[in-house]
């Protein structure tokens, strides 16, 4: 696809309940980042990979949120034992590789809202 | 650590208007500064991005200028029509260790009436 693909579109889910988001970025974009935005603020960073790795995962909020992307391509954000406080939108985001900083603009995802009841 | 303030946090004007949106962040250090697009329900749509080396960019109705030494940006919006209505979030990304991170401000919510 041409843009940041993310499913579900939408979740409702149980407190206490386990989640899997995913996230398919731009063909060749190595870089790719979560972040989750509730209502009424802006987006706050969670991990950034960069290939396989997990670069930066410090903006993960407990151990109950993990994210992997095994292959460098396809992102899957899980998080353990929901509570009601992680209902949000979880964006994911991607960027082309470059050896100037300045250059890389992330191009964001139409994002999954979490529910959590 | 960053912090992105955006002024104001909403806006509301008739149609034609021009108008400037407000973004000013705590740390200089940063490699770029976007301005992204909301709709309701929806994802962020990437406007405009300025490198740090850059002092503005234009795209159709839309400039951007960012003056660094003093933390701020500036979204001009010419002739602001009723698609126009969105809310617009400037963004940084910083030099530091996490470098990769764009830091948020909350946004400006724009009405423009017809």
């Known amino acids: 696809g041409a843009g940041v693909s993310q499913t579900p579109s939408n979740k409702v889910t149980e407190k206490g309940k386990y989640v899997e988001l995913r996230c398919d970025p731009i063909?060749?974009?190595?870089?790719l980042y979560w972040y989750r935005q509730s209502l009424g603020q802006g987006p706050e960073f969670l991990i950034y990979f960069q290939g396989t790795g997990a670069a930066d995962d410090s903006g993960l909020p407990n151990d109950r949120f993990f994210a992997v992307r095994p292959e460098g391509s396809v992102s899957t954000l899980k998080i353990q034992r929901t509570e009601r406080g992680d209902s949000a939108v979880y964006l994911c985001?991607?960027?082309?590789?470059?050896?100037?900083?300045?250059?890389?603009?992330?191009?964001f995802g139409p994002g999954t809202r979490l529910t959590v009841l | 650590k960053q912090e992105v303030t955006q002024i104001p946090a909403a806006l509301s004007v008739p149609e034609g208007e021009n108008l400037v949106l407000n973004c000013s962040f705590t740390d200089s250090a940063i490699y770029n500064l976007q301005w992204f697009r909301q709709d309701p329900g929806k994802g962020l749509t990437s406007l405009l991005l300025i490198q740090s080396s850059q002092r503005e960019q234009t795209s159709g109705r839309l400039n951007a200028s960012l003056d660094k030494s003093s933390g701020r940006s500036t979204l001009y919006i010419a002739a602001s029509q009723p698609g126009d209505s969105a809310t617009y979030l400037c963004a940084v990304r910083g030099e530091h260790a996490s470098g990769s991170r764009l830091t948020f401000g909350e946004g400006t919510q724009l009405t423009v009436n017809p």
């Open positions: 985001a991607s960027s082309r590789p470059s050896g100037r900083e300045g250059l890389n603009e992330q191009f």
């Open positions: 063909s060749g974009h190595t870089a």
